[in-house]
């Protein structure tokens, strides 16, 4: 264990041997019905990402659902609060949950799965592991774990004590930690993980798992706080939350995908679709760092400026930038898909988010790419443990103080006496950015669910809504430290892409390419994203604004960010 945690320091020549961005490493799986087409790949077994579609992790509890996304089919899991009486099945023999962590996803989860649990009748205990002497701990007591009632305890305490384990500190922290964490845990334990990021380090260390232990993944698509707040809010409708992706990477139980749908349905998913550890780090590191959060990011920074250099005022170039994408976008695109943007147009309208699509798709084609291509291949996740263990001296910077943010203040003050426009241009070039997210995942053979969940739902149902509430670093910022360096990092690339080469094409009066329009048009995630559509309950996400404080505080979302180096 000694010689992995050293390679995880390695320096960065370790990536220089990269995976063929289209395939994934088989994981050991009992319980599934395996694709055909498994092959040799330098003496070791894999499969293309595009037959992760077939996956069929076989539970002893819960249906399963065939559905047909655009063509493929695929099996998903329904969620809701009428599933909770199954929920002691799922879990027999479980007696503690460790929830390892308190940064984005931990509160949410840990908050979700007690009373969930709680509702079904059970008695097995949800703890929360925490180093000594962490801030985390005044939060984790605030909303009900403590010392005295046995549910607060130091980490490793925790881990040691706990039939399953979900690991939910940072990405950077489980690099350096992980040989620790895996020694401490019970023989027959269940490690629970919601990223992937973990096997792509082990993978990079020539690291594996215990084979004596169940390792799964449940993974909400959605930041923590929108996990938890959709929770809260669907407890009177038979559940509303964020949809989740589950993968069996190990199964020395014959029990383990029982295990993941249950963790799935007891944090709130309305449908959990099947994955693996593999392709889920690749499309949620890489979608992160696109439409959800960097790219969005980007884009209303360009647009804002160009308003502006065109001669807009402050406020109005942040109603046509900002506004327009977090308001009207975001609420058409939630339940009418991307089309339903264009078809909202007038006939004017159109020919405007034709040139402005058609001078983006390109420039945001060849960002999104790279970065799939950095996540395949292990840069990036070394980029994030490179930058954490620099946190001590360069910490994490804000980003909402410049002018266009104060104006967002401002404008947000107001918002009540105030018309949003669907402005054209912006539609275009926010649609590019999110179809160059989408094709990118496309290319490299994920599936449907996950294109659509890790490109399009995300953003609209999840994280839009944040920065409409109260700016960018309320909606990046209260992401994993993963999550938040990849903003930082490449929302100046989108950025400088679309200003350098986008805006100056339509400016030319470049002509609209007839054929990318077409491609966009007939695309298949469309049809896709209808399925996904009709699984989306009914509730919207409801966010408290800079003067409200629904949804924020001790367990929810923070308005108050850190970044703190990880500590042995």
């Given at each position: 264990?000694?010689?992995?945690?050293?390679?995880?320091?390695?320096?960065?020549?370790?990536?220089?041997?990269?995976?063929?961005?289209?395939?994934?490493?088989?994981?050991?799986?009992?319980?599934?019905?395996?694709?055909?087409?498994?092959?040799?790949?330098?003496?070791?077994?894999?499969?293309?990402?595009?037959?992760?579609?077939?996956?069929?992790?076989?539970?002893?509890?819960?249906?399963?659902?065939?559905?047909?996304?655009?063509?493929?089919?695929?099996?998903?899991?329904?969620?809701?609060?009428?599933?909770?009486?199954?929920?002691?099945?799922?879990?027999?023999?479980?007696?503690?949950?460790?929830v390892i962590g308190w940064g984005s996803q931990a509160?949410?989860?840990?908050?979700?799965?007690?009373?969930?649990?709680?509702?079904?009748?059970?008695?097995?205990?949800?703890?929360?592991?925490?180093?000594?002497?962490?801030?985390?701990?005044?939060?984790?007591?605030?909303?009900?774990?403590?010392?005295?009632?046995?549910?607060?305890?130091?980490?490793?305490?925790?881990?040691?004590?706990?039939?399953?384990?979900?690991?939910?500190?940072?990405?950077?922290?489980?690099?350096?930690?992980?040989?620790?964490?895996?020694?401490?845990?019970?023989?027959?334990?269940?490690?629970?993980?919601?990223?992937?990021?973990?096997?792509?380090?082990?993978?990079?260390?020539?690291?594996?798992?215990?084979?004596?232990?169940?390792?799964?993944?449940?993974?909400?698509?959605?930041?923590?706080?929108?996990?938890?707040?959709?929770?809260?809010?669907?407890?009177?409708?038979?559940?509303?939350?964020?949809?989740?992706?589950?993968?069996?990477?190990?199964?020395?139980?014959?029990?383990?995908?029982?295990?993941?749908?249950?963790?799935?349905?007891?944090?709130?998913?309305?449908?959990?679709?099947?994955?693996?550890?593999?392709?889920?780090?690749?499309?949620?590191?890489?979608?992160?760092?696109?439409?959800?959060?960097?790219?969005?990011?980007?884009?209303?920074?360009?647009?804002?400026?160009?308003?502006?250099?065109?001669?807009?005022?402050?406020?109005?170039?942040?109603?046509?930038?900002?506004?327009?994408?977090?308001?009207?976008?975001?609420?058409?695109?939630?339940?009418?898909?991307?089309?339903?943007?264009?078809?909202?147009?007038?006939?004017?309208?159109?020919?405007t988010f034709d040139a402005a699509y058609s001078a983006?798709?390109?420039?945001?084609?060849?960002?999104?790419?790279?970065?799939?291509?950095?996540?395949?291949?292990?840069?990036?996740?070394?980029?994030?443990?490179?930058?954490?263990?620099?946190?001590?001296?360069?910490?994490?910077?804000?980003?909402?103080?410049?002018?266009?943010?104060?104006?967002?203040?401002?404008?947000?003050?107001?918002?009540?006496?105030?018309?949003?426009?669907?402005?054209?241009?912006?539609?275009?070039?926010?649609?590019?950015?999110?179809?160059?997210?989408?094709?990118?995942?496309?290319?490299?053979?994920?599936?449907?669910?996950?294109?659509?969940?890790?490109?399009?739902?995300?953003?609209?149902?999840?994280?839009?809504?944040?920065?409409?509430?109260?700016?960018?670093?309320?909606?990046?910022?209260?992401?994993?430290?993963?999550?938040?360096?990849?903003?930082?990092?490449?929302?100046?690339?989108?950025?400088?892409?679309?200003?350098?080469?986008?805006?100056?094409?339509?400016?030319?009066?470049?002509?609209?390419?007839?054929?990318?329009?077409?491609?966009?048009?007939?695309?298949?995630?469309?049809?896709?994203?209808?399925?996904?559509?009709?699984?989306?309950?009914?509730?919207?996400?409801?966010?408290?604004?800079?003067?409200?404080?629904?949804?924020?505080?001790?367990?929810?979302?923070?308005?108050?960010?850190?970044?703190?180096?990880?500590?042995?």
């Amino acid at each position: 264990m000694a010689a992995t945690s050293a390679a995880a320091r390695a320096p960065c020549a370790a990536f220089a041997r990269c995976a063929p961005i289209t395939s994934i490493v088989a994981p050991r799986l009992g319980p599934l019905t395996r694709p055909a087409s498994l092959r040799s790949t330098r003496g070791r077994r894999s499969l293309t990402v595009q037959n992760a579609v077939k996956y069929d992790y076989n539970t002893k509890v819960f249906e399963k659902e065939l559905l047909t996304f655009a063509g493929s089919e695929e099996y998903i899991y329904r969620g809701g609060r009428d599933k909770f009486s199954k929920l002691p099945e799922a879990f027999a023999g479980i007696k503690q949950i460790g929830v390892i962590g308190w940064g984005s996803q931990a509160p949410a989860q840990a908050q979700n799965l007690k009373e969930s649990l709680a509702e079904a009748g059970m008695d097995t205990k949800v703890v929360i592991g925490l180093r000594k002497g962490s801030p985390s701990e005044s939060e984790a007591r605030a909303v009900g774990f403590t010392e005295e009632a046995g549910t607060l305890g130091e980490v490793f305490d925790v881990i040691s004590s706990s039939d399953f384990v979900i690991l939910l500190i940072s990405d950077a922290a489980q690099a350096k930690l992980y040989p620790r964490i895996l020694a401490a845990m019970k023989p027959g334990a269940t490690l629970g993980l919601s990223h992937g990021f973990l096997l792509g380090v082990m993978q990079n260390d020539g690291a594996d798992f215990r084979p004596d232990i169940d390792v799964v993944l449940m993974a909400p698509k959605g930041m923590g706080p929108s996990v938890r707040r959709l929770y809260e809010q669907g407890k009177t409708v038979n559940g509303a939350g964020i949809n989740a992706s589950f993968a069996v990477h190990q199964d020395a139980s014959s029990r383990a995908a029982d295990v993941a749908v249950g963790w799935a349905i007891a944090t709130g998913a309305p449908f959990a679709f099947c994955t693996t550890l593999e392709s889920e780090y690749r499309s949620d590191i890489y979608g992160e760092r696109c439409v959800i959060l960097g790219g969005v990011h980007g884009v209303v920074e360009s647009l804002f400026r160009r308003y502006v250099a065109q001669g807009m005022s402050d406020e109005d170039a942040y109603l046509n930038s900002v506004e327009c994408i977090t308001g009207p976008i975001t609420q058409i695109i939630s339940r009418s898909g991307m089309l339903g943007v264009y078809e909202a147009l007038g006939a004017e309208g159109k020919a405007t988010f034709d040139a402005a699509y058609s001078a983006a798709i390109g420039p945001a084609n060849d960002v999104c790419r790279e970065i799939y291509d950095d996540v395949a291949c292990g840069n990036e996740i070394k980029s994030v443990v490179n930058a954490v263990s620099r946190f001590d001296r360069y910490p994490m910077g804000k980003i909402d103080e410049t002018h266009m943010w104060r104006v967002g203040a401002a404008v947000r003050a107001r918002r009540a006496s105030l018309e949003v426009p669907l402005n054209p241009f912006t539609a275009g070039v926010y649609i590019a950015t999110m179809m160059a997210t989408v094709q990118t995942l496309q290319d490299a053979g994920h599936p449907f669910s996950e294109i659509c969940n890790e490109s399009i739902i995300e953003a609209v149902d999840s994280l839009n809504p944040y920065m409409h509430a109260r700016g960018v670093a309320f909606m990046v910022d209260n992401c994993s430290y993963t999550a938040r360096l990849g903003s930082r990092k490449w929302a100046p690339r989108f950025d400088y892409i679309l200003t350098q080469q986008a805006y100056v094409a339509v400016d030319k009066g470049t002509p609209a390419d007839a054929e990318a329009l077409a491609a966009f048009k007939h695309a298949d995630v469309h049809k896709a994203q209808e399925t996904c559509a009709a699984l989306r309950p009914s509730v919207d996400i409801s966010v408290g604004g800079d003067d409200d404080s629904t949804g924020v505080g001790a367990g929810a979302a923070r308005t108050e960010f850190r970044s703190q180096a990880v500590l042995a």
